[in-house]
């Protein structure tokens, strides 16, 4: 019982800390107005609960009813001295169903005009929606592999810098996200209990997900694909299941059809087509582009070793012939969102990569848990945990303050890589102290990155990030 009570104290202590760090100068940072879609979606939510009709902000040709209005939310003009915004209506852009979060809770908190719709307000639910992300993160952890995975993949979603920024916007994306989650969780205890309720919850999820954004239909995909994993074949079996599904998920995903019809139905696939035939702006690149630049807005870039290392490890995962389930799924759910992410892309904006970032961070921990648990692969396991550990700190150190430390860096890393290659040479088991110096570099890396956000300030922001 005091095992378990210690567990979970760990467990909570690390979603309140995520909490507390997203919720740290969420209104400032980012720069309130660096992405308008943030305010937008907002107003299309109080909008319909005040009027009826969705307003909105939008680029998208195509619509009949359009104006061009200032309005000085947060000080915008004075801040980014921009243009009069171009105002919608009916806006049909995405599926109404953040905006109504979120204009909601601004209708709630006593918002009646735009202009009421200040970041410290509507970015609120999103604080929460974002830390329910770190709890489903570690829940699909600890179900699927232990305890310390769950520890080690919660302190680094709950602590990396960017990630943290990024869990402060209002971007659909970061509702997608524990729908994802959600829907990983309970496709993984319906391959283990073989309970249809799994799949109904999971089906119920996948077509809310839709309701933030079509792209919500990574759930669909992911579900398909995991349906093949798991049944090896195309079988009845497998038909089954999925036609379930997709009679419980598609009529919930049906309702936006439904929704923006009711308007008028030459404006919604207007719009509709017009999403559809956007410029392809992440181009042919696009690939080598997520991987090198991690961005939170189109311009503003917060590079992260996590994710990059991340990305070694899903490529790793390619080499391997045998997956367990857990591994499996992880490697289908960042396949199925590449798969959205290249036929839905339109411009390099940074919120498009959000659902990719919880995914890989997966990745990386069931590479963790994996080598440190069979004592495989010690060798690869220390030089990523350094190398993260070394990324983290040159980003808070400088060259030359780092001087004083180069000597113990020069001959204690040298010396270990030694040491493990002559263990590999000579085939005798690694010494589980290694165990502990990785884990130790692990955690030290999550320390480097609470002392780097606390630096994020409005100064530095204007200063440092680029």
């Given at each position: ?362 990745s990386l921990t069931a590479f963790f848990d994996e080598n440190l648990t069979n004592q495989k692969n010690l060798l690869l ?12 700190l040159a980003r808070i150190m400088g060259i030359f303050e780092f001087q004083k ?62």
């Open positions: 019982m005091i095992k378990k009570s210690f567990k979970f104290l760990i467990f909570i202590s690390i979603i309140v800390l995520a909490f507390f760090l997203r919720k740290k100068n969420y209104a400032q940072i980012p720069i309130p107005g660096q992405s308008v879609d943030e305010y937008s979606y907002s107003w299309v939510g109080l909008s319909l609960i005040k009027t009826g009709m969705p307003i909105g902000v939008s680029g998208i040709p195509g619509y009949q009813n359009q104006f061009s209005k200032y309005i000085n939310v947060d000080r915008l003009y004075q801040t980014l001295s921009s243009d009069p915004l171009s105002i919608n209506y009916p806006w049909m852009d995405h599926p109404p169903l953040l905006g109504l979060i979120t204009g909601g809770y601004a209708a709630i908190s006593g918002a009646n005009v735009f202009e009421d719709t200040t970041s410290l307000l509507i970015r609120r639910p999103i604080i929460i929606i974002s830390t329910i992300s770190v709890a489903l993160l570690m829940i699909f952890c600890w179900l699927n592999f232990r305890f310390l995975t769950a520890v080690i993949s919660g302190s680094i979603y709950a602590t990396t810098p960017l990630i943290v920024l990024s869990s402060r916007m209002i971007q659909a994306e970061n509702a997608i996200i524990p729908c994802l989650l959600l829907v990983m969780i309970f496709s993984s205890l319906y391959f283990r209990q073989k309970k249809d309720i799994w799949l109904i919850f999971a089906a119920i999820i996948s077509g809310i997900a839709t309701l933030f954004k079509l792209t919500g239909v990574v759930c669909h995909l992911y579900i398909f694909f995991s349906l093949i994993f798991y049944y090896q074949k195309f079988n009845s079996k497998l038909f089954k299941d999925f036609l379930f599904f997709l009679g419980i998920s598609l009529p919930i995903t049906s309702l936006f059809f439904f929704y923006g019809i009711s308007y008028g139905s030459k404006n919604f696939f207007n719009i509709l087509f017009s999403n559809a035939n956007r410029f392809y702006g992440i181009g042919p690149n696009a690939i080598i582009d997520l991987i090198r630049n991690q961005r939170l807005t189109q311009h503003k870039f917060l590079p992260e070793i996590w994710l990059i290392i991340g990305w070694i490890t899903f490529f790793l995962s390619f080499s391997k012939t045998k997956k367990t389930l857990p591994q499996s799924l992880i490697f289908i759910s960042l396949i199925s969102y590449l798969i959205v992410y290249l036929f839905f892309g339109s411009q390099p904006y940074g919120w498009y990569t959000f659902p990719f970032w919880p995914l890989l961070i997966l396991t220390f030089i990523i945990a350094i190398t993260i550990f070394g990324a983290n430390y180069s000597t113990l860096w020069r001959f204690l890393i040298p010396a270990t890589i030694f040491f493990l290659i002559v263990k590999y040479l000579i085939k005798k088991p690694t010494s589980r102290i290694l165990n502990f110096i990785i884990l130790a570099l692990i955690f030290g890396s999550v320390y480097f990155n609470l002392y780097y956000l606390n630096q994020i300030t409005l100064d530095f922001w204007w200063q440092n990030i680029s």
